[in-house]
């Protein structure tokens, strides 16, 4: 029965101790989630970094394979670039030599270098002119040498010299002289 | 049960003025159904720092406090009436609350923002009306019999007259007022004179009919009206009050009662029937004095119940919703 002449006030939970209390834990419990909050932005910037620098390795390790891979390849261009700079070094000095091989008296027409062998084409005044001063050192200098010669108008021979090297381990034979 | 019922326990503070005096009874329901009372009283009308510290001892343990205040103030009454028309056309603006859809109570509206204002620091959940109390403490009485209902305090008196359970006569005295004292010694000194007055008539044609009760009970000495021979008594029970009145404040109270009577009897706006018995809820426990001016006076069949005025503003306070 209502017989008083006012309402009742409004009761609250939140007292003044309970308002301290409560904001004494919401402060503690606000605290620790800023700390973990905090902790798994490290934890995510960590594990974004550690992303990031193995991405970064992976692409170095590629970058240094293709490069050991370019490496590779530059230093055999470079053996291969001083095998054939060797070769025509070899090859100068052989055309310097054979030049040097060959008298005043006799004329070439022609050379063809191959890879193992020589062969030369011109005219020589006579058959003994070439057997004593160019046949000598060309058979000095391959394992196998061949020669035709043909007469021509003016007296002198046209001659055809084949001259070859053999592998170092086939079985040398003697040149056959026509 | 409310959310503050749950994690709190419930205390009532309940606080009763009378004259320089403020009662302070505190309960509060304490775990697995135990109660804790405790009452002390106080030097002042006015809320005190002892008063703040003794409230916010209990305050402090738990939010869901209720304050309880019996109205004190003068300016407070009842009348035979629901409507708030009505209220208001008899008695002004004033704070009601109607009773069982019967009768209203109320009190001046200054007098809730004075109460609020004045226990401002401690907050003021219920104003409780002692004519609410009185009619509730007599409720069995009052549904069955026509009688003067009287809440005896320190400091006031509230009188309530209800006949076949219908609200008749109602008021708050408060014996503290200058005001009724005066009235007092002017009563006294017209009842002396009546009395005399009554004795000259009593001798030339005598009292035998219920109509000449008007010219008597002006004085005070409607009781005569019951019985011729009574006037005798009455006269010896006249001389008595010279030397009652200025020792005691049941006499005072008595006074005070007679004049409602006279009011209530006289006054055409009030719808009289002949009052004998009085039903005191006595709060002071020096009632008995009283009951015996009332029936060696007034010849009244008086029955007297003790009141606990603190634990009832509890009770009042604990039924509210």
Same mark, same amino acid.
Request: aromatic share 12%; hydrophobic share 40%.
């Given at each position: ?9 409004r009761k ?14 919401? &402060? @503690? ?13 490290? !934890?995510?910037k ?17 970058? @240094? ?7 590779a ?10 095998q054939?700079?060797t070769?025509?070094?070899?090859m ?7 030049? !040097? ?5 006799i @004329?070439?027409s022609?050379?063809r ?5 020589? &062969? ?7 058959k003994? &002119? ?11 200098i ?7 010669f ?11 010299s ?14 056959d002289?026509e | 049960?409310s ?15 009378s004259?320089?005096i ?6 509060m ?30 305050t402090?343990e738990?939010?869901?406090?209720? +304050?309880?205040?019996l ?6 009454? $009842?009348? $035979? ?23 209203? #109570?109320y009190?001046?509206s ?36 026509? $009688?003067i #209902?009287?809440? +005896? ?8 007259? #209800? ?10 005295i ?18 002396d004179?009546?009395m =005399? ?5 009593e ?11 008007e ?7 409607i009781?005569e ?22 020792s005691g ?23 009289? *029937?002949?009052?004998?018995t ?10 008995s004095?009283?009951?015996?001016? =009332? ?13 606990? *005025? ?12």
């Amino acid at each position: 029965m209502k017989l008083s002449y006012i309402k009742p006030r409004r009761k609250t939970i939140f007292t003044k101790d309970a308002l301290l209390l409560l904001l004494f834990f919401s &402060v @503690t419990i606000s605290m620790l989630i800023g700390t973990y909050a905090s902790l798994i932005y490290r !934890d995510q910037k960590f594990s974004d970094d550690k992303a990031m620098i193995l991405k970064q390795k992976e692409e170095l390790e590629l970058a @240094t394979v293709k490069a050991q891979k370019d490496s590779a390849d530059i230093e055999k261009k470079r053996l291969f670039f001083e095998q054939i700079s060797t070769k025509n070094s070899l090859m100068s000095d052989s055309i310097q030599n054979l030049f !040097d091989l060959v008298p005043s008296s006799i @004329t070439l027409s022609e050379a063809r270098l191959l890879e193992k062998g020589l &062969v030369l084409y011109g005219h020589t005044p006579s058959k003994d &002119v070439y057997n004593f001063m160019l046949a000598a050192p060309l058979h000095a200098i391959f394992h196998r040498t061949y020669t035709s010669f043909y007469p021509i108008e003016n007296g002198w021979y046209s001659f055809v010299s084949t001259n070859h090297l053999d592998d170092e381990n086939s079985i040398t034979e003697e040149p056959d002289e026509e | 049960m409310s959310l503050v019922s749950l994690f709190y326990a419930k205390i009532y503070i309940n606080i009763v003025v009378s004259k320089e005096i403020t009662t302070i009874y505190v309960e509060m329901k304490a775990g697995k159904g135990k109660v804790i009372t405790q009452i002390e009283t106080f030097d002042g009308v006015e809320i005190n720092r002892l008063m703040t510290n003794f409230i916010d001892s209990f305050t402090r343990e738990s939010p869901n406090v209720f +304050v309880s205040i019996l109205d004190y103030s003068f300016d407070q009454g $009842a009348i $035979a009436s629901c409507s708030a028309s009505a209220i208001r056309s008899q008695v002004g603006n004033v704070a009601s609350v109607c009773y069982e859809n019967r009768w209203s #109570f109320y009190t001046a509206s200054k007098n809730i923002e004075t109460l609020k204002k004045r226990y401002e620091s401690i907050g003021v959940d219920f104003i409780f009306s002692p004519f609410a109390m009185l009619a509730q403490f007599f409720k069995d009485k009052i549904e069955t019999e026509s $009688a003067i #209902f009287i809440l +005896v305090q320190e400091a006031s008196q509230t009188i309530m007259i #209800f006949g076949e359970s219908k609200l008749l006569y109602a008021q708050h005295i408060d014996t503290q007022d200058s005001r009724n004292e005066t009235l007092l010694i002017d009563t006294i000194q017209i009842d002396d004179e009546i009395m =005399l007055n009554i004795d000259e008539g009593e001798q030339e044609q005598g009292l035998d009919n219920f109509a000449d009760i008007e010219d008597l009970d002006i004085g005070g000495s409607i009781n005569e009206f019951a019985s011729n021979t009574k006037i005798a008594s009455k006269e010896s029970a006249a001389v008595g009050h010279a030397t009652l009145i200025p020792s005691g404040m049941n006499y005072q109270r008595f006074t005070m009662i007679q004049n409602a009577l006279d009011i209530f009897y006289k006054n055409a706006n009030y719808e009289s *029937i002949f009052i004998e018995t009085a039903y005191l809820a006595d709060a002071t426990a020096t009632a008995s004095e009283l009951q015996n001016y =009332l029936e060696e006076e007034m010849f009244m069949t008086v029955f007297v119940r003790k009141i606990d *005025i603190l634990k009832t503003l509890c009770d009042f306070a604990k039924a509210e919703k």
